[in-house]
């Protein structure tokens, strides 16, 4: 008992350390490849706008062509899924470039994950990826890495799991 409350304190304090410096969250975390992840399309009534801002780093390739997905959520199950948002014949992600996207997608709260896709022969290097949405944090996921070629690679942040099986 003594331990699962320990473990429930320690929880509480770290996320309301990082959730609570203002509208913004910056994970400093290292990406890691999930074996599986299956993103939900899910087509919603509640409509949210999101920006995401991808900047690609300056040691990446000079250019990619390769198909780049993305999905983002929170831990209460709602998901953002973009099957593709690369566009070759536009110069998007770039070496040292910043490219921002204006989307739609189901409602989230404060996202925890992020998960990034790429698919194909070039390779890219995201340096980050910052989400703005007027009813969550702003997040901003620190990749610095190259992304593997067909895994999905990112982060998960999310602490509500934790905390229910802490509590029982």
């Known amino acids: 008992m003594v331990k699962q409350i320990s473990l429930f304190w320690l929880i509480f304090v770290f996320s309301s350390i990082i959730f609570s410096h203002g509208r913004s969250l910056s ?8 074996k599986s992840f299956n993103p939900k399309n899910i087509q919603a009534a509640n409509s949210c706008p ?13 250019y990619t062509r390769d198909k780049i997905s993305l999905a983002f959520g929170d831990s209460y199950g709602n998901e953002v899924y973009i099957k593709r948002l690369d566009d070759p014949s536009s110069g998007t992600f770039e070496r040292c470039s910043t490219d921002t996207f204006q989307i739609n997608g189901p409602c989230v709260y ?44 990112g982060f998960n942040v999310c602490v509500r799991a934790s905390l229910s099986t802490a509590i029982m």
């Open 50 to 62: 999101y920006t995401l801002v991808i900047k690609t780093s300056c040691s990446s390739t000079t």
């Open 27 to 34: 994970l400093n975390l290292q990406p890691h490849a999930l």
């Open 110 to 153: 404060d996202i925890c994950y992020l998960y990034m896709l790429r698919t194909g022969y070039d390779g890219w290097k995201p340096e980050s990826v910052k989400i703005y949405a007027p009813y969550t944090k702003t997040v901003n996921f620190n990749y610095n890495k190259f992304l593997p070629n067909g895994v999905w690679f």
